[in-house]
């Protein structure tokens, strides 16, 4: 990204702010540019009303989604236990394409008997599915572009919303969002399924228990080859993935890394990120197999690999990284320390610090004492659900189930959802904030509250929660 489109994008962010774009006529130091953005992003808007959110119990959540594509798909099917033991209907589908909606409707035929609408041909369609008087959630599953739009209208028509990820990737769009959900007092949940993960739910639970002492750093990552994928001609709708590389540059897929990181880390709930800088590496390996597959895409902004630093208030740090263009083996990395423990995935590995010892340790834990903890602190949702669980293994081996499953029981118990609507924004609006800092020589950027003050108030993560 270049220097105009960096003020373009700071532009954007001022502009929503109600301030006036100063941001375009700034000088040409770097910091200059810098401590004006930075001045305009933290006049944060937010006043925290929804941070608890309860809402009236709904003991059946009659469900309407928008986007049938792969995700819709696999969402679609995580919905059978729930539909079976009616805490949940669904009541509309929406997609472009009829042939995407057949397919989904002859399956949601096997595990519901009341038939479904179907709303198709028009970009503007899915808005009826939100009208309908007969919606409580609106589940969002379509390409990027669409999330901030379908949302915000969600609520307006006064239905509480799950989206998938990332929930914005303008700064615009997230105090849209903010503002539409303070003002409607509805849910408005990123769906951010890998906090509800086995390994990561297990390392929240120890985070809980106290085996990790004080967490000092952490790291997360969304590094999955998508080469095949986005350049595909069918894979994703209209090719919509490969066209965000070819006009951005930063980390566009943040809270797979994010999500349990922040519940690791207490984010919002009594620490929140202050500053970031962020880099990306040079563009190659996407180029190299578009050449070689003969697409039309060229010209790619994206690096290959982008490596975002993050500092929290309580100065903690978290490296954030995203590659979808390398061939290589998938990771989120999932690492964590502390003052006693250290956890790194891919594979799973825990080293325990025992100064005690006469010798200080360097290995991981051996099998059998992995074991041990692994039984230990298991999660117990984990083990309460493992029948759904292993029923659901298409759905990312359950942890898109567990998401689901706690998303609909709490809305039939009218709690506050597990990931509320700062936590989606927060972890959303680093891609955007990473786009400046590599635009602006990886310059450091303050991260707004969203919040409204809140995450100063400690509390645990609502998904230690049983409900
Ligand atoms: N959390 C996860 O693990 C996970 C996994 C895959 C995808 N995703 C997310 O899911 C979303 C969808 O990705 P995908 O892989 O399913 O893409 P996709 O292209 O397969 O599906 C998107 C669908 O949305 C439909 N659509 C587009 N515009 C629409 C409109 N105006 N009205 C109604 N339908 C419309 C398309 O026809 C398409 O079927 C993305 O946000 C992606 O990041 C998340």
Redesign the pocket.
């Given at each position: 990204m270049n220097r105009k489109s960096f003020l373009n994008l700071s532009a954007r962010a001022g502009l929503f702010l109600g301030l006036s774009p100063i941001i375009t006529s700034c000088k040409d130091s770097n910091v200059a540019d810098k401590d004006e953005v930075n001045e305009l992003l933290l006049k944060s808007k937010a006043t925290g009303s929804v941070v608890n959110l309860k809402t009236e119990p709904i003991s059946k959540v009659r469900v309407g989604m928008?986007?049938?594509?792969?995700?819709?798909s696999v969402l679609i099917q995580m919905f059978e236990y729930l539909i079976k033991n009616d805490f949940a209907e669904i009541v509309a589908l929406?997609?472009?394409?009829e042939d995407?909606l057949q397919k989904n409707n002859a399956y949601l035929k096997t595990i519901q008997t009341k038939e479904a609408k179907l709303y198709f041909g028009g970009?503007?369609?899915?808005k009826k599915v939100a009208e309908r008087d007969d919606i409580d959630l609106l589940i969002i599953?379509?390409?990027?572009k669409?999330?901030a739009e379908m949302a915000i209208y969600g609520m307006e028509q006064g239905k509480h919303v799950a989206c998938?990820?990332?929930i914005a990737y303008t700064l615009e769009d997230c105090w849209k969002l903010i503002e539409t959900a303070e003002r409607t007092q509805k849910h408005c949940m990123t769906?951010?399924?890998c906090c509800f993960n086995g390994e990561e739910l297990w390392v929240l639970n120890m985070v809980d228990k106290g085996v990790f002492g004080d967490l000092n750093h952490a790291e997360g990552a969304y590094i999955h080859d998508l080469r095949k994928h986005m350049l595909d001609d069918v894979?994703?709708?209209d090719q919509?993935r490969i066209k965000h590389h070819q006009e951005r540059n930063g980390n566009f897929?943040t809270t797979?890394g994010l999500g349990p990181i922040s519940f690791y880390m207490d984010i919002g709930r009594g620490d929140n990120y202050d500053h970031l800088v962020s880099m990306s590496s040079r563009e190659q390996s996407l180029s190299k197999a578009a050449k070689a597959h003969n697409s039309k895409f060229t010209n790619f902004a994206c690096g290959d690999m982008n490596t975002t630093l993050i500092r929290t208030k309580k100065g903690k740090s978290i490296m954030l990284q995203f590659d979808v263009h390398t061939g290589r083996p998938y990771s989120r990395l999932n690492t964590l320390t502390g003052t006693k423990a250290v956890h790194q995935g891919y594979p799973s590995r825990l080293f325990i610090d025992e100064p005690e010892l006469k010798y200080w340790g360097h290995n991981w834990l051996k099998e059998e004492e992995y074991k041990n903890y692994r039984e230990k602190y298991d999660h117990p949702l984990w083990n309460k659900l493992k029948t759904q669980i292993d029923a659901n293994a298409v759905g990312?081996g359950g942890m898109?189930f567990v998401m689901i499953y706690r998303l609909i029981r709490c809305l039939n118990k009218g709690v506050p959802l597990d990931i509320n609507l700062y936590d989606g924004i927060l972890w959303s609006a680093i891609t955007p904030l990473s786009e400046m800092s590599v635009a602006n020589e990886s310059a450091s950027t303050k991260v707004p509250d969203f919040t409204g003050g809140t995450w100063k108030t400690p509390r645990k993560a609502e998904v230690l929660r049983d409900i």
């Open positions: 928008i986007g049938m594509g792969n995700r819709g929406s997609d472009l394409k995407k970009e503007d369609e899915w599953a379509t390409p990027w669409w999330h998938e990820v990332p769906m951010e399924n894979y994703y709708e919509w897929y797979h990312h898109d």
